[in-house]
């Protein structure tokens, strides 16, 4: 299964940037339309490297956002936006929200914020998303109530989800110590929350869940190693991958980040080998790569073509 | 409470904030504090060796990812000085020799480094698992 082809050159390896409905996608995205669907709010949390983002920018896909060319109509039923990075600012999140919307009109601060929710009222926002919500900061956190309380109010009268998507490690909750100290704010905040599941955390992939990906990427991947078995690898990868290296926090679960890494790196090597189907050296080597050799520094003294530099 | 006396005499009261709302004795008070003292003694010496035992299992595991660390990289300076130690023509031999060797029969039972070998395990019979459904990143991907 691992001869090389014919001896003439194959073309480069191609790889496949493709969003897998994965187990972790669906319970992720599950929770998402739920508390779409019923304007809640939650804090839902999931590891490093488990497809938050990827997830939340499928679900926008799937949302039925538009923009109707005749009339100008801008319908956006779900407002996804990342939080902002070493910005303390109020503002820097002002920013991003209303980039979210397109061309962002150049106004004072103060028009900003009612501009803001007469914006989010007339595209029909119906749930804000917030991705890496951990970088969020007490001023941001305000002034998400103020927005959504001002959209509740009348003249709008629109009750909008939010979903505050955050990386965790360390099994801390994000935001859990911050919403249970007794300033009014957070008192108002934590009233704000859902009665139910209002921290969530999402677990990565199983065994069998790893399994049903790995027949995923055969698909994807048979045109150039024809006789592709991965499949037969799932215990091997799972127990490779849920090393306390790659899961500092015991989950026992792997994330996507992972199990992609390995598997396109371990394919690129065999199709490059020539081969037309994986084996446990190759995946052995990549394996030891990521988690034993992770840190290891390479000295890179010649070009890529491979001609000696200097 | 404590009322106290002087040869015979009430002279005064003295409040233990601690036993407020319950009757107790002196002597029940020294006795409570007694057994208290004893009991959290124990619980000082079971949790010290809970996070003794801890910090062994964090320290043990630590050291062997270090071991194997260096192991690699006493490897890899050995690899780096092999042009120095082998002449040229013992190289080229080495080279083919090890071409010669087909990656995919290295026994799958040999352990390297800390992960367990790979074994790859066939699907029992009558086992059909279906793909997951794979769609684009974004809407104006090919």
Known sequence: MTEPLSSSPRPLFVLHQKFFETAFERRFQGFLRQAWKERSWHVIAAVPGSGKSLGIADLLLQSGAYKDATTGTTRLPILAIRAPKNAAREQALGMALSAAFGVVPSMPWAQRRTWLVQILASTGVECIIIDDAQDLNPLHLALLKELTDNLAAPPYERHVGLCLVAAHSDNVIPFKETFARPDVLWKQFRRRMATENPYCVVPGHTEEEVRRISITFEDLYRSQLPDLQLHRWTKTIFTWLINPILDPDATGRVTMDHLSRLVTTSLRRAYEHGATDIDAATLQAVAELMILRRDEITQIDRSLDGAEVG | ?142
Request: with cysteine.
């Open chain 2, 1 to 142: 409470m404590i009322y106290l006396f002087l040869e015979g005499e009430l002279v005064g009261e003295a409040y233990c904030t601690e036993f407020m709302g319950r009757r107790v004795s002196v002597w029940e008070a020294d006795a409570e504090r007694r057994t208290d003292a004893a009991q959290a003694s124990v619980a000082t010496a079971e949790s010290l060796e809970n996070r003794q035992r801890i910090q062994q299992e964090a320290s043990s595991g630590r050291k062997l990812l270090s071991l194997e660390t260096k192991r690699l990289e006493r490897k890899r300076h050995l690899d780096q000085q092999r042009d120095e130690i082998h002449p040229s023509h013992v190289q080229a031999t080495l080279q083919a020799l090890k071409e010669q060797q087909n990656p995919s029969a290295s026994s799958p039972g040999k352990t390297i480094g800390l992960l367990p070998p790979a074994v790859p395990e066939d699907d029992p019979p009558g086992t059909e698992i279906a793909p997951l459904l794979v769609r684009k990143l974004r809407r104006d991907d090919d």
